[in-house]
């Protein structure tokens, strides 16, 4: 069974970093390819990064430059890296993971990523 847990949301000001992690278990975590969603309330959930099995990496507009996703296979852990975070980043974060080498390349935002973690949430204040 995939499982998928996230954690190191918190609440932090404006202009301050935060590190996101995903552990996941029940597969061979180096053959998905992962991304990071994110939904505030009222409004629908986007994405925000995308790795690939390859490494490949591809970001939203409004967190490039600001934000870094990341994996370490020998830890089966995905990583959001955010810096420079303002109150428009608030937001519950999703992990998620798929049986698929590549995340939907430029349409990777739309991909049907088939497994999701719970979600950690991240609150900035201005």
């Known amino acids: 069974q995939v499982q998928l847990v996230e954690s190191g949301g918190g609440s932090v000001q404006a202009g301050g970093s935060l590190r996101l992690s995903c552990a996941a278990s029940g597969y061979t975590y180096s053959s998905y390819c992962m991304g990071w969603f994110r939904q505030a309330p009222g409004k629908e959930r986007e994405g925000v990064a995308a790795i690939d099995n390859d490494g490949s990496t591809r970001y939203a507009d409004s967190v490039k430059g600001r934000f870094t996703i990341s994996q370490d296979n020998a830890k089966n852990t995905l990583y959001l890296q955010m810096n420079s975070l303002k109150s428009e980043d608030t937001a519950m974060y999703y992990c998620?993971?798929?049986?698929?080498?590549?995340?939907?390349?430029?349409?990777?935002?739309?991909?049907?990523?088939?497994?999701w973690g719970q979600g950690t949430q991240v609150t900035v204040s201005s």
């Open positions: 998620a993971a798929d049986l698929a080498p590549a995340c939907g390349g430029s349409q990777w935002y739309i991909f049907p990523f088939g497994y």
